[in-house]
């Protein structure tokens, strides 16, 4: 008989002991018209840790990167011990994500046809990926959010304008120049109001935040006893109506500001039924302070979208209310990071 020997086992206080692998973290800068707020987000999108320092956004284009490169330097001093691969970086747009070029946003006149990913990274020494805020938020989404486990995603927030992201099996669509998925410039009315953007009848002229306030304010000078609640709320001057006042005489149960937003619940879904018939995505998500409260209209949207689309099965399609509300711009900007280490699978 073969002789077995036991395998020796080293004493218990000897034991080599299995050190966990440190958990890999994101760094994501959000560029505002005010602030730049930075953070460090893990592979599941908890943001673990954030800071902001104020953006001098109407100074010069080196005050401008100063104010970014500030916002990364405070990340990088209270978290040491982290190794950061990347920085991921979102700013109001139009911008050239493929150059990582900002090009003329209004909100941050500051840079023009201004390299930031490049100078960002000359300085930082960190590779640095550019995208706008709109697409980067969905790009959260998809990976880490209400997008999860679909291939195909539209994306919409709604606050004071209409920003659109369109997000392929994990991939932001970003179109020949990098200028696709201005979503909220797509016109539905060509005698409506005309847009920040020179366009007439555009989804964000009729739908965002300040279109609503407009809305109220016309029914309130037309009508103005049923708009009494708005006006209390809004210390009696019809000039200082916001969306947000709206939607609070809305919660009260006060009946014009449910038609407002109802209006409101119609335009969209006359929209998305031009979205639908474009891209038929897998699910749609809604972001932003109006876009959170459009849940409470998707029973209205989806009842009216047979109406607006073709396609005979545009109900079935998902409306989702997004995983980030106001802090969706950190995750947003480093799951630009996250993607760079993960790229999509090759559809079999």
Known sequence: MKRVEAKKRAPAGRRKRKIPAPRKLFLGVDVGGTKVAAGLVDSSGEIVFCTRVPMIAR?????????????????????????????????????????????????????????????????????????????????????????????NVFYVTIGTGIGTGIIFDRRIFHGRSGAAGEGGHMTIDLRGPLCACGKRGCIEALAAGPAIAARARERIAA????????????GGAADSISAEVVAEAWREGDALAREIFEETWDLLAIWLGNIVDLLEPDAIIFGGGVGQLAGHGFDRIREALPRWSVNPRCAEIPLL????????????????????????????
């Open 321 to 348: 209310l997004a995983r980030y509300g106001a802090d969706a711009g950190i995750p947003g900007a480093a799951a630009l990071c996250f993607a760079r280490l993960n790229p999509p699978v090759a559809a079999e």
């Open 223 to 234: 009508a103005g006893a049923r708009g009494a609640r708005m006006l209390t709320l809004a």
């Open 59 to 151: 100074g010069t284009a080196a005050e401008g990167v100063a104010a970014v490169l500030s916002a990364i330097d405070r990340v990088r001093a209270a978290r040491p011990d982290v190794r950061l691969d990347s920085v991921g970086i979102t700013s109001p747009g139009p911008l050239d994500p493929n150059a990582g070029i900002v090009l003329n946003p209004p909100n941050v006149p500051c840079w023009r046809d201004f390299p930031l990913a490049r100078e960002v990274e000359r300085v930082s020494g960190l590779p640095a990926r550019l995208d706008n805020d709109a697409n980067a938020a969905g790009l959260a989404e998809a990976f880490w959010g209400a997008g999860r486990g679909f291939r």
